[in-house]
């Protein structure tokens, strides 16, 4: 019996585009290989969860496999990989030879580009900054070693189908109407494999689990997509392999704060004195430290800005680095001294009992104009 591909993806049957993403990257991390090595039970959990995915981000897969399961599902035969129990190729084969009436002698239906695969991975502020290398491991469908793809053993070829002569689909004529469908004995493919590959079954694909090395470009930022091309599944038939696309996680710093506009930021303590009197302090840099000049006057909230410290722009070379503000945070202490004190009385009576509220004051008298 067909699996409940929503139930594999623990949603409901109208759950919204965002919904089945969220859920897929949530299942993704708990799943992974990589976090459960050594697990077949976690792998083979793994590769449904990635298949019913497949399936209902598709738009027309969807509402195929909504309209009532007809084009197939988990549990069929020559599932993923070619292996019993999982997801018996795409429905775009079954559309093709559906609508492929024209199709001459030899047709068939055209071999199927490989699926695309999803990963995640976390990297460090600093990585992200500076990009890295790092190493994902991928479950998927390979082309067979043993028949390089073509299903067939050894020696032997794939002859045209018998019952369609090639063409990939059976067509039925009722009254005024002929009914094509994908024929059943080659499966719209229009050809037969009579000695299949004892590997492979004869589907041209092994499951495999797959380690590839992926560069991060410096200054990448959480959340970003990055397409590894033809590191996807296989194609059918030596049809070109999907895309591998690795979702990046970065972990926030305690010290930067990443901006919309591509710049960072970074609060900077400075005390009453410092604010008052100006003077040159030390702040944080991605490369160490830098002084900077507080103006004397300085008021809690004023920005200072280091050009060209920030991260790299998007884009690779030629585009430059971003900047790093400061957002000075005057600290006024909650405690004084007998000292301290003595100085800010003294302090307040050089200033000549200055009201920085007379202003506000004036104009709330005359009606706040």
Not at 296 to 325: C, Y
């Amino acid at each position: 019996m067909a699996k409940d591909l929503y139930g594999v993806l623990g949603v409901s049957k109208d759950a919204t585009d965002e919904e089945l993403k969220k859920a897929h990257r949530k299942l993704v991390r708990e799943y992974h290989p990589d976090r459960n090595p050594d697990d077949p039970a976690a792998e083979e959990r793994f590769k449904e969860i990635q298949e019913a995915y497949d399936v209902l981000s598709d738009p027309e897969k969807r509402q195929a496999y909504d309209a009532g399961g007809m084009f197939g599902g988990f549990g069929g035969q020559g599932g993923f990989g070619g292996q019993p129990g999982g997801f018996p190729g795409d429905f775009g084969d079954i559309f093709s030879g559906i609508f492929n009436r024209g199709a001459g002698p030899g047709a068939g239906a055209p071999p199927i580009r490989g699926r695309d695969l999803e990963t995640e991975v976390r990297i460090s502020f600093d990585d992200a900054m500076n990009g890295t290398q790092i190493s994902v491991t991928v479950p998927k469908s390979e082309s067979c070693p043993t028949c390089a793809g073509t299903g067939a053993q050894p020696g032997t070829t794939s002859e045209t189908c018998p019952s369609c002569q090639g063409r990939g689909i059976d067509s039925q004529g009722q009254g005024f109407f002929s009914i094509s469908q994908p024929c059943a004995q080659c499966g719209g493919t229009g050809q037969i494999i009579p000695d299949p590959c004892r590997t492979c079954g004869g589907s041209g694909r092994t499951h495999q689990t797959k380690r590839y090395r992926v560069k991060v470009p410096a200054g990448v930022k959480d959340g970003s997509r990055i397409r590894v091309a033809g590191k996807g599944e296989a194609g059918e038939r030596g049809a070109p392999s999907g895309d591998l696309f690795v979702t990046v996680q970065v972990t926030p710093s305690p010290i930067f704060k990443r901006l919309d506009d591509g710049n960072l930021e970074v609060e900077v303590p400075i005390s009453v004195t410092e604010a008052i009197r100006g003077g040159t302090i030390e702040v944080p840099t991605l490369g160490g430290t830098k002084r900077i000049r507080v103006a004397p006057g300085t008021q809690n909230g004023a920005l200072h800005r280091l050009k060209g410290e920030g991260p790299p722009r998007a884009g690779g070379k030629g585009k430059g680095r971003g900047d790093i503000r400061y957002r000075m945070d005057v600290k006024i202490p909650k405690e004084l001294d007998d000292e301290q004190r003595r100085a800010v009385d003294q302090l307040a009576e050089t200033m000549n009992g200055n009201d920085p509220r007379q202003d506000l004051l004036a104009r709330a008298r005359s009606g706040g104009g």
